[in-house]
């Protein structure tokens, strides 16, 4: 029987895993639940974001459920030990170098949309955002320069083997969906980008089916506002995938709508909603869950083998959403609880 970690985390993570779990639950598959403690929880307990015991459990499980880590009395420790550690770890321990952030507009969404109904209607995308490299795992750290400036640093670098391993996911993406790709950089400044653009285009040789295209992150976090309807797949780097994933979310209602799934070579993965912990809601039952539960049905197409029960977590979602239950960030009033009984009821 397929073992499932739940790594719930802080802030709000706990009550959209909650949600999450309900839906699974609800399912009665043959799965089998085991949580651990991870984040600033898990700092707070015993002294380490990523205990050994969670990292263990990560391991031994065929998919891990994650909610958020990320907790404002941990922003002054030494970096190693803050909160986002966590999530860094797992992602580079487990090797989940893909994270794919599909973004849709769920109907009836329209209106709570940053952009114009017209406009959002058409977001119908997945980001495929390199998990393991770039500035985010380089060398970093705080020095003086000689003017005695304190000077803070972090080197961004990808290499070939980085690249070529994430571009082929996203031709294979946008083999099985569109047949377009767009890869997003900043070549015109960045060498890291040279490489991405021209490792790239050297690729897609082998992806004839795939319409190739080449954007600036610059422009294309305008065109993302302008005419989000013209993507089907990103692929790009770690950073910018980070920033264009929480704007794309709000071109589709919410940043409580977006899942994702990071996953290794292998198809183990760790499935959370693209969100944080939400300090300045946490507690409070007014998180949306759909990201979560989204996430786990990600998590059964992807890691568990089973396409149907997504199908149908999906579908109740959509029906739930049709059916006008709301969240306050959509707009409404509903709780969390609220919103996943609305998801249970259409199952
Ligand atoms: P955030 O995503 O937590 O919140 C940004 C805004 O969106 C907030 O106003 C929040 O209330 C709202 N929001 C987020 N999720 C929501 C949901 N499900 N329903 C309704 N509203 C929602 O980003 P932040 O505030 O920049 O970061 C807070 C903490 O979370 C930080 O410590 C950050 O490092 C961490 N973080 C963790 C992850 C992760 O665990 N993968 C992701 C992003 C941020
Ligand atoms: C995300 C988050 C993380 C990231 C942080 C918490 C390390 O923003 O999952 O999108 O930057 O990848
Ligand atoms: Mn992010």
């Known amino acids: 029987m397929p073992l499932i970690a739940i790594l719930a985390g802080d802030g709000i993570g706990p009550e959209v895993t909650a949600e999450a779990r309900r839906v699974l ?15 600033g929880a898990a700092y707070h307990a015993t002294g380490h974001p ?5 990292l263990d459990l990560a391991r031994r499980a065929d998919a891990i459920l994650f909610g958020a880590v990320g907790d404002p009395s941990c922003d002054t420790l030494e970096r190693a030990l803050r909160p986002e550690q966590a999530i860094l770890g797992l992602r580079k321990e487990l090797t989940l170098f893909a994270n794919l952030r599909p973004a849709k507009l769920f ?21 495929v955002r390199e998990l393991n490299g770039d500035v985010y795992f380089g060398e ?5 320069t000689p003017a005695g400036l304190r000077e803070g640093y972090d080197v961004m670098s990808y290499d070939e083997a980085e690249v070529t391993r994430i571009a082929h996911l996203g031709f294979q993406t946008a083999a099985k969906r569109g047949g377009k790709l767009c890869s997003v950089d900043k070549a015109n400044v960045l060498e890291t980008s040279q490489l991405w653009r021209d490792v790239v285009i050297e690729l897609s040789a082998q992806y004839p089916q795939v319409a190739l295209s080449h954007m600036y992150v610059d422009n294309c976090a305008m065109q993302l506002v302008r005419n989000p309807g013209q993507f089907d797949v990103i692929v790009t780097g770690n950073l910018f995938g980070d920033i264009l ?6 071109c589709a209602g919410s940043i409580g709508m977006l899942p994702s799934a990071s996953l290794d070579s ?6 959370e909603p693209i969100h944080g912990s939400a300090p300045d809601i ?5 998180a949306n869950p759909c990201a979560t539960i989204l996430s786990a049905a990600m998590m ?38 609220a919103m996943g009984d609305a998801v249970l009821a259409h199952l």
Do not use: C, W
């Not at 994933?245 to 709000?250: E, G, K, W």
């Not at 292998?266 to 499935?271: D, E, F, R, V």
């Not at 946490?282 to 007014?286: C, D, L, R, Y």
């Not at 890691?303 to 409404?332: C, F, H, Q, W």
């Open 300 to 337: 059964l197409r992807h890691s568990l083998g089973n396409p149907g029960a997504a199908d149908r977590i999906e579908a109740a979602v959509g029906k739930a959403l049709i059916g006008g239950a709301r969240t306050p960030d959509l707009g409404g009033t509903l709780s969390t609880v």
């Open 282 to 286: 946490a507690g409070q039952g007014k």
């Open 50 to 54: 990523l205990p050994p015991e969670t």
């Open 266 to 271: 292998a198809g183990k993965g760790l499935y």
């Open 107 to 127: 109907p009836g969404l329209e209106d709570a949309s940053a952009l114009r109904p017209e406009v959002a209607a058409a977001i119908d995308m997945v980001i």
């Open 140 to 144: 970093k750290g705080m020095r003086t």
């Open 25 to 39: 639950d609800a399912l009665s598959l043959d799965l089998t639940f085991e949580e651990a403690l991870v984040g």
């Open 245 to 250: 994933s929480d704007q794309a979310s709000m």
